[in-house]
């Protein structure tokens, strides 16, 4: 059967696992221990994405309970291994609001029109239009496989000047960018309708950079540039922060899917000159989005997930993370794209 991706529980399991058994011999050592085919399975050097696939696979032959049991030999003590061995992947289970929680709180009605939290959650009704506007500059990157393997897929978006953005893990060199299909506007309609996409292809040659210590890489659009920035809005790129507490909306393309957007429990948790974490939502299929803030501006380059330790910090937590905007222009800057 089909995993289903909107559960949180398994996206928290893949993130586990992910962390568990980071190398890719590891992973391996389970697929094999299971029953899995592993010539059905793309490896994936980030661990995220190479768990989702194995998790995928494995759900498709009902073996999701045989990769847990597996798991749980290897470390015994895990506390969320063990909750997923009973099925509660997620090892807390959540209050049923509607009957387990009793309300204390005032009952006068101009009492309860109130900002709840630290920050509004109100924003005038054309933020909703103006991020249908920038998420036609997202794009899902698709590259086939080579030599029999199985194809791969990964996020991006189309800057003001005609690059297509995205990370080094999903475009790793100039072979892969000219490999690589690009799709806007996959995408479905209100009615749940699949939109067509329109394809293009990347002109190397024009330009091309990339940074493995930084996770992103551009390659110019090829075909009229000026032509695709004019049709699908492509995003301004500019020297932007962004501060703990603030908002982070990411635009995006998880499990390779349809166009998605993460609106809940967004909240930036740390930042710096380099990275930004955030809770955000997102999937494999979700590197290389553009992570904007309420005001729609580009100041991440998401790119991973899982149990992450603040640079200096010493203790890990759950959550996601991206390349501060400005790390990717200083690099843009230095390889002549802008």
Known sequence: MPVDWTNPLLRNLNDVLAYRFRREEQADQIVEEVGLNPIFIASDPMPSTNWYNILTAAAGEGLLNDVVAAAL????????????????????????????????????VSSLEKIIGERSTLLPISFLEQGMQRARAVVRILLPGEDNAAPSSGSGFLSDNGLIITNHHVLADANA?????????YQQTPDGLDVQPHEA????????????????SAARIGGDQALFVADWGGLPLRERTVKKQEAINIIQHPGGGPKQIALYHNVVVYSDERVVQYLTDTLPGSSG??????????????????????????????????????????????????
Do not use: M
């Not at 997923?84 to 807390?92: E, F, R, S, Y």
């Not at 960018?177 to 506007?185: H, K």
């Not at 959550?319 to 690099?331: D, F, H, P, S």
């Open 177 to 185: 960018a000219r490999r690589a299909i690009i799709q806007f506007n």
């Open 73 to 108: 030999r290897r470390y015994p003590k895990d506390p969320f291994l063990q909750s997923a061995a009973k099925g509660d992947l997620n090892g807390v289970r959540g209050a049923d609001i509607a009957s387990d929680v009793e309300w204390h709180g005032p009952k006068e």
């Open 201 to 216: 292809r990347l002109d190397v040659d024009a330009g091309f950079a990339t940074s493995a210590e930084d996770d992103w």
């Open 289 to 338: 989005s553009p992570c904007f803030n309420d005001a729609w501006e580009v100041v991440a380059l998401h790119h991973s997930g899982g149990w992450l330790r603040e640079p200096g910090g010493k203790e890990a937590a759950f959550r996601n993370e991206g390349i501060a905007i400005g790390k990717v222009l200083a690099g843009l800057r230095a390889a002549q794209l802008l």
